[in-house]
C-alpha cells in the first residue's frame, strides 16, 4: 500500500472503532510503520472518529517530528516496541470498555492476565502480561513494553487499558477487538463456572498458530 493509502486505512479503522464504541473522546493511539521507516500515528488528543490523512502525525523511528499535527505522547512506546520487535508492523492502543475495566481488578496474573478459555484468545493473543501502573506518558512504559515486545503482541497496563501489535494496522486492530470481546466474555461469565482450555489444548493451538 502507499502511503496515502495507509493514511486513508488509518482514518477508516480509526472511524470503525469510535462508531463501535471501542474508542471514546481522545482516549487511545493507533500507529503504523511506513515502508520508508518512518511512523505514522494520531496526534495528541485527536478523537479516532473524526481523523484527517492529511493532519496525521509522522515520526522518525527515534521519534523525531516530520510532518503533521503533533504525535500524542504515549508514541514513544509504540516507538520502543517497533525498535524491540520489526515484526510488529502496527499498533493500537485503546481504553475501550471491558479491557480497561479488567485492568483496574486486583490479584491479576502478571504473566498472563486472561486464563484462557477459547481457541481464539490463544490464537491471536498467545499470552497477555500485565504492566504495573505508571502516569501515562512515563518512560517506564515504553521501556516495560520494549521488554516483553519480543515474545508478545498484546500487553494490559494496569488502571489503563491494552495495547495490541499487528503485521499490519487491520491485523492489529483485529486483535484488539478479539481481545475485548475475550474481555466482555470473562466479564460476562464471572459468576458462573468457566471451563478453561487445557494445557494440551492450549499447547496444539500454540504449535498450529504461534
Known sequence: MTEQQLRQQMVDLGRSLFERGYATGGAGNLSLR?????VLATPTGS???????????KVSIDGNPISG??????VQFHLAMYRANPKHRAIVHLHCTYLTAL?????LDPT???????PYYVMRIGKMPLVPYFTPGDKAIADKLAALAPVHRAMLLANHGP???GKDLEDAVNNMEELEETAKLLNLMKDQPIRY???QEVAELEARYG
Open 34 to 38: 511506513l515502508p520508508c521507516g518512518n
Open 47 to 57: 478523537c479516532m472518529g473524526r481523523l484527517a490523512a492529511d493532519r496525521l502525525s
Open 69 to 74: 499535527d503533533k504525535a500524542s505522547k504515549e
Open 103 to 107: 485492568s483496574c481488578q486486583e490479584g
Open 112 to 118: 498472563n492476565v486472561i486464563k484462557p478459555f477459547t
Open 163 to 165: 495495547v495490541c501489535a
Open 197 to 199: 482450555l487445557s494445557q
